[in-house]
Structures are given as C-alpha cells and as structure tokens.
C-alpha cells in the first residue's frame, strides 16, 4: 500500500517548489560533498532549555550529550551520575534494535508486563550477576547492584512522561531473542553464555512487518504517556551494525540493516503526524569516509556529529541574532562547561565572527580543538599578517598541525623566527614557537629535535610550573612513540610538581604500571581526587590491569581498610 498519493498538480507545485528536487552537480553550490547536508523541514520548535528524552544507539550518546552542552535538561545524562552508573562506560544505554526500544518502554509504562529479573538476570558465577540487556563489557555483580542499575534505567525511561520531545535513533535488525524469558535481548550474550546454554537463545533477522510493528508500537506507548503534544525525532542511527552474526559480509549485512530501518522509520513518519523523520543518517553516510567516521570506521567522526546536531538545532531550535561583543560574553559565560558548548554555540553565530578579531580567534582555537582545520583557516583569514604576537601565523601553524601537515606547520613558524620583534614580547613569542616545534617534531618522531626544541621552551619560561610543562610534553609523546622509559624518566622528575594536575598523574600512574612498578601505580591513583568520567574509566582500568600483578604488602598485623 503506497505511504503517499500525490495528484498531477501536486507534482507540478512540488516540482515548482522544491529546490533540491534534483542532485546538484560539482560545478555548482554542493551540498553533497565533501560532506553532506540533506534539506530539512522542521515540523515542530524545540523550547529553550526544555526537556529532552533520548533513545537508541550509541549515536543516540553523541546527540544527548551535545543537547546537555547547549543548556537542555536530558535525563539520561543525569542517570550516569548516579552512584551505581560511575565508571561505566556511557554505551551501556544503548538500545540497538526497534525491539529493544520497544521493550524498555514497555517495562517503563505497560504493568501487564514488568520487568522480570529471574529470567533477565543471570547468575553467571556463583554470587554474581549480570542484566541481560546490558553490554558484556559490564563485569557481573551482586544481585542488589545489577537491581539497582536496572531499576534506575525503568525510573530513568518514564521520565518521558515528564518530555514533550524524544529523540530515538534504532540501529540495526539483527537481534537476538532469549527463548526462556521469552524477549528480545538488547546485546549480544556473552560467548561463554551461548556455550552453556546453547538452546536458550537465538539470533532473528528482522523482517519489515517486524521492524515496522515495533517502532509503532514504540511510538504508540511514547504517545500514550509523555506530555501531551509530544513530538518524536526519529532518525536511523548511521553506526555500522559490528560484528554481523550472519555468514555474509558485514557490507551486506549492514547495508539490509540500515535500509530496513529507513523504510520502516518513512512509514512510521507518514503516519504519525508527531513522529518527524531527521535526515542525520544521509548526511554521514553519504559524506566523505575520511571526514566522516573515525580510524575504526564504525563511529561517527566529531566533526559530522557536530555537524548534524548543530543542523538540528537550528533547524529545531531558536537562535537568537546577537553582535560579536554579545557572542564573546556569551563564550565567557560558557568557559566553565568546556570547549564543545562554545564550539556549538559559536557556530550558530559564524556570520559575525570574521567582523572581530577577538571572536575570529577564540573560533579558530576552538576549531582547531573540534579538528575542523578547514574552518580555523576561514576565521583566520580576517587576521593582519605579521602583526606581532604573530597570532594569525601561529594559529595557521596550529591548524596545518592539526590538519597532519607538519612539514607546512613547521615553515609557518620558521617565518614567524624570522621576523623582528619587540624585546617584551620575544619570551611570550619564543614560548609559543618552541611549543609547536616540539610538538610537530614528536609528530615527525625526531625525538632529538623534540628534545631541543622543549628544552627551548623550558628556558623560556616564566614560572617554575610553566618550565618543567615542555617535560611533561615531551613525556607524554614519547610514551605515544612506545619509548616507554624514556618517557617515565621525564615523569619521575616533573610528578612532585603536578600532584594537583589529576590527568598529569593519571599519565604518569600509566607509565609505571606499563614499567611494571604496580604497587606505585595503585599507590599514585588512590590518592587522586577526580570527578571526569574520562579519568574514573582510566584510573578503574589501571587498578585491573594492575592490582593483581601488585605484591602484598609486608608486614604482621591484620588487614587493613582501602
């Protein structure tokens, strides 16, 4: 049955109408390549600062996150900081397949059918458990605790009712159903599960009718209880179904996946007036690979996230009009949430960056962090050339860093070493060019330039702290180049100065654990005070990786507490 019938004269107004009814050529405005903008129409406008629930696959993550920055109260960014979610990897909510998007909200809202842990959980070793529908990565636990976790995902999911706008994002069409609980399980089991009870599950490739049903039965209990005049933006997540489990290629496999998913997503959309369809999926598939996905070509690159959010948002959302002093008091005010909310908001404001240096520079160096060198080259292009401090040069040399154009890098500062400049200004200036030198020569691996040109930088430093920060550099690259000692040698003597720095120390705790001094690894991480995800899930893997190779410690007496 067709999802639409146009008459003769709608086609005409349509063809009329609609601008990017035909794919445009090179030779022309592209908005296909190198990365990809499909038109879109919003159905509906995000409130300022409302909130937003979101559900899906681990694309499903990057979007959450991005709307939190930008001042959105997103409810599964609260559950992570919740004592029995810290360390976790933030994957772990991922809902790959429509029926296990459908299922978390049915045990969230449907009391005929609830959530049942003797059949969802398993004991996988004696006093050890493990939630089904969670990653494998999640090392098994006590009861209480996988209870706990499971309990706060269902209290989490039926904050919809609290949210007039839900962003779901379902991922791929194979999934696996568990034959004793009668469900499907949202990840993979574990291998050594499918070895112990290999009856008890088994692997279904969805089929239309199957994904279709689902994703509206979704829809249906999004409706039914979330705020009235809800509005859902549906798009198919573009991660890669990794691995398949069927005897084909994963190209193939993925390629029947993605497509099932989009025709099932057009229909749901063609028939539900509050489910709106977000080309996000176009947009990263059909961009350039290299600019599009990361090394592993499986996540999505920062730079086509940030794209795409930022289409949503102001497509969806509501961008004021503001000056370029307005802007930077706004970057100000941001500064404390970090670099991607100023990225984001900056961008939403490029029209008056170029107008004022002072706001061309703060959108370059934030460009230049986001690895977006094309964008930091427009913004520097409204800066005097050869103006001492020399901030276009640097930032250019900055940029071609970033870009992996070293050798580019490295002429850009050898102009800046031979212009004549101001006796104040040469410590400052000196500082910035032996910094990037030593930074491209790690990057070239000449590590006997690298050296000199960090013990450059050190002497012209203008604090004890800022003298001994070219070591840590110096140590931190070497340790990427796999000259492990050498680099822990540098650690050793800078570690007293950075014991307040917690990522400095995470780095060096590293270092001695790969030098297999265990024991002073523990001993350097339990005394850190860190609150950054990103740190808790290095400091948790250090402790693994470490505390069983460590020796006990000596001496009689009982045992004592951590």
């Known amino acids: 049955m067709a999802i639409s019938i146009l008459s003769s004269a709608q086609v005409l107004d349509a063809r009329k109408s609609n601008a990017f009814a ?9 908005r296909v390549e190198p990365l990809a903008t499909p038109a879109l129409n919003a159905g509906f406008r995000f409130r300022p600062r409302e909130r937003i629930f979101t559900i899906g696959s681990c694309f499903a993550r990057n979007v959450e996150q991005v709307l939190e920055e930008r001042g959105y109260d997103v409810p599964v960014r609260q559950l992570l900081r919740q004592p029995e979610f810290a360390g976790l990897n933030p994957a772990f909510l991922n809902n790959y397949g429509v029926t296990s998007i459908r299922q978390e909200l049915t045990w969230a809202f449907d009391a005929r059918h609830p959530f049942d842990p003797t059949t969802n959980f398993l004991e996988y070793a004696p006093g050890a458990f493990v939630d089904l529908h969670l990653p494998a990565q999640i090392r098994p636990d006590r009861f209480e605790v996988v209870e706990r976790r499971r309990r706060g995902i269902i209290e989490c999911t039926r904050l919809i009712s609290t949210c007039r706008v839900v962003v779901i994002t379902p991922g791929l069409s194979e999934v696996w159903w568990d034959r004793l609980g009668r469900c499907y399980v949202n990840t993979s089991p574990r291998l050594s599960t499918l070895h112990r009870e290999p009856d008890r599950f088994e692997l279904h490739v969805l089929d239309f009718n199957e994904t279709h049903d689902n994703l509206a039965a979704a829809m249906t209990l999004i409706h039914e209880n979330a705020e009235p005049g809800v509005q859902v933006l549906l798009t198919v997540s573009p991660v890669p179904m990794n691995p398949t489990h069927r005897a084909m290629d994963v190209m193939v496999a993925n390629t029947y996946s993605k497509s099932l998913l989009r025709v099932a997503a057009e229909h749901v959309a063609a028939s539900m007036d509050f489910v709106h369809y977000f080309p996000s999926y176009e947009s990263v598939v059909m961009s350039d690979r290299s600019r599009a996905w990361r ?13 795409n959010v930022t289409r949503m948002l102001r497509a969806y959302g509501e961008t004021e009009t503001l000056d370029a002093p307005a802007v930077l008091a706004e970057l100000q005010r941001l500064r404390e949430k970090g670099v991607r909310p100023q990225w984001f908001f900056v961008q939403e404001h490029r029209d008056v960056v170029r107008g004022n240096p002072q706001l061309a520079v703060q959108f370059a160096r ?16 409204a800066l005097e050339a050869l103006k001492p401090p020399f901030t276009r040069e640097f930032l250019s040399a900055e940029t071609l860093f970033a870009a992996e154009r070293y050798q580019d890098a490295l002429q850009a500062l050898d102009i800046v070493a031979a212009q004549p400049r101001h006796e104040k200004l040469q410590p400052a200036i000196n500082r910035d060019l032996y910094r990037l030198r030593t930074s491209v020569y790690l990057a070239l691996r000449n590590i006997e330039a690298a050296t000199a040109a960090a013990m450059d930088w050190s002497r012209n430093a203008g604090s004890r702290l800022q003298e001994l920060t070219p070591l840590l550099v110096l140590a931190r690259g070497l340790r990427d180049l796999g000259r492990g000692a050498e680099a822990l040698g540098y650690m050793e003597q800078i570690a ?21 001094q265990y024991a002073k690894a ?5 005394h850190l005070k860190v609150d950054l995800p990103v740190l808790l899930r290095r400091i948790e893997a250090i402790r693994a990786f470490a505390t069983p190779l460590a020796p006990e410690p000596q001496g009689g007496g009982g045992a004592t507490g951590a």
């Open 22 to 30: 035909d794919w445009p050529s090179r030779d022309e405005i592209n």
């Open 295 to 307: 090394d592993d070509q499986i996540h999505v690159s920062p730079e086509l996230v940030t794209l």
């Open 366 to 381: 934030l460009a230049i962090s986001q690895r977006d060198p094309d964008s930091a080259l427009w913004a520097i292009e």
């Open 496 to 516: 007293p100065f950075f014991a307040e720095e917690p990522a400095a120390m995470v780095d060096y705790a590293e270092m001695l654990a790969r030098g297999g």
């Open 522 to 526: 523990l001993e350097v991480v339990g």
